[in-house]
């Protein structure tokens, strides 16, 4: 069974970093994207960062030179490290076997996870 479970969120300084966790499991990095999205109340859920099955990273501007994503082949995991946080980062971190942030034409949201807070501030 497909299942995502992040982990690593918190609340951090301004300027600190945080490495978040996606924990899958029923598939593997060979034939499925993963990707982190993010998504603060009252707002549509945004695209962080995505590592595709053959290993190809889409970013979107504001993760650029800032959030980097990797993955352990081996333990299934997927990495997001994020550095120089800023308070408009605060937001609920998703983990999902898709780069695009909409509803998927297969599985709908049935695969995503259940989300980790990050809360930036001084």
């Known amino acids: 069974q497909v299942q995502l479970v992040e982990s690593g969120g918190g609340s951090v300084q301004p300027g600190g970093s945080l490495r978040l966790s996606c924990k899958v499991s029923?598939?593997?990095?060979?034939?499925?994207?993963v990707g982190w999205f993010r998504q603060v109340p009252g707002k549509e859920r945004e695209a962080v960062s995505c590592?595709?099955?053959?290993?190809?990273?889409r970013d979107v501007d504001f993760a650029k030179g800032r959030f980097t994503i990797s993955r352990d082949k081996a333990n299934l995991v997927v990495y997001l490290q994020m550095n120089n946080l800023r308070p408009e980062d605060t937001a609920v971190y998703y983990c999902?076997?898709?780069?695009?942030?909409?509803?998927?034409?297969?599985?709908?949201?049935?695969?995503w996870g259940a989300g980790t807070q990050v809360t930036v501030g001084s």
């Open positions: 999902a076997p898709t780069c695009s942030a909409e509803r998927h034409p297969t599985w709908g949201y049935k695969y």
């Open positions: 590592v595709m099955f053959d290993g190809t990273i």
């Open positions: 029923g598939f593997t990095f060979d034939y499925w994207n």
